[in-house]
C-alpha cells in the first residue's frame, strides 16, 4: 500500500515559472513531512520540512504548504531556475519513528533556460 | 563539513557472489538507515539502527541481506548471494534532526 502519492512524475517548466509538486498521504500518524531534492548521481539531500502544527514555510524560493484536512501537502518552486532541475521526493513519518521516511515516487523537474 | 560516507561507489559482481556495502553515518548521529533505489520501486526502506540496535528490517529478503552495526561508525549491508535482481543504488542515511543521505553504492550484479 502505498501511504504516501506523488504527482506529477515529471514537470516541465521554463525559467522564472512556478514549480508546483503535490503529494497526498494515507496515514493520520505522519507527523513528519519533509522534501528531498536528488541530483543524477548523487544522493536525496533534505530542502525543507513541515509539521501538521503550520500550513506553510518558506525558505528562500522554496515552499511547503500543507493541508491537514485535505492530507495532502505541496512543494512550490518560485522563479524556477535551471539548477532546480532535479528529482524531487515527498516524504513522510510518525512521530517517535526515529524518521523513517516512507518517500513519494518522486518528481522529475526540468527548468528550462 | 559532516557527511555520510559510503564505499564502494560503483560495483559489477557476478550472480552468486557476496556483496557489502559500508557506511559511515555523521558522528553523533543515532539513527542509520539503509535505502534501496530502482526505477521502478523508487526508495525503499530496507532496514534502521537505533543506537546500533536493529530496529526494523522487514523490508529487506531476510534469506540473503543482513545488515549489521558493528560499532557507531560503520554500518553494513551484505547481500549473499547476490542476483540480478538486487543492481539498484543502495543509500545511507544518518538522522539526529533532520535524515542525511550518503552518495550511494551503485550495484550491477551480472
Known amino acids: 500500500q502505498q501511504q504516501v502519492k506523488q504527482s506529477p512524475q515529471s514537470l516541465i517548466v521554463q525559467k522564472g515559472g512556478i514549480s508546483i509538486i503535490n503529494c497526498a498521504y494515507e496515514n493520520t500518524a505522519f507527523d513528519y513531512f519533509p522534501w528531498y531534492q536528488q541530483f543524477p548521481g548523487k544522493g536525496p539531500a533534505l530542502l525543507i520540512a513541515i509539521r501538521p502544527d503550520v500550513s506553510e514555510k518558506k525558505e528562500g524560493r522554496f515552499t511547503i504548504s500543507f493541508n491537514k484536512s485535505a492530507k495532502q501537502f505541496s512543494l512550490h518552486i518560485m522563479d524556477s531556475q535551471p539548477g532546480d532541475s532535479a528529482t524531487y521526493f515527498c516524504?513522510?513519518?510518525?512521530?517517535?519513528?526515529?524518521?523513517?521516511?516512507?518517500f513519494g515516487s518522486g518528481t522529475q523537474l526540468t527548468v528550462l533556460p | 563539513d559532516a557527511r555520510v560516507t559510503q564505499t564502494p561507489r560503483h560495483k559489477v559482481t557476478e550472480m552468486g557472489q557476496e556483496v557489502t556495502m559500508r557506511c559511515q553515518p555523521i558522528l553523533g548521529h543515532n539513527t542509520v538507515f539503509w535505502y534501496r533505489q530502482t526505477m521502478m520501486q523508487g526508495l525503499e526502506l530496507l532496514a534502521y539502527f537505533r543506537n546500533r540496535a536493529p530496529l526494523d528490517d522487514s523490508g529487506m529478503p531476510k534469506d540473503r541481506f543482513s545488515a549489521e552495526m558493528p560499532d557507531a561508525t560503520l554500518a553494513t549491508l551484505k547481500i549473499q548471494p547476490s542476483e540480478p535482481r538486487d543492481s539498484a543504488v543502495y543509500f545511507c542515511?544518518?538522522?539526529?534532526?533532520?535524515?542525511?543521505f550518503g552518495e550511494g553504492s551503485r550495484l550491477t550484479v551480472l
Open positions: 516524504a513522510a513519518s510518525k512521530a517517535g519513528s526515529a524518521r523513517q521516511l516512507t
Open positions: 542515511a544518518s538522522g539526529g534532526g533532520g535524515l542525511f
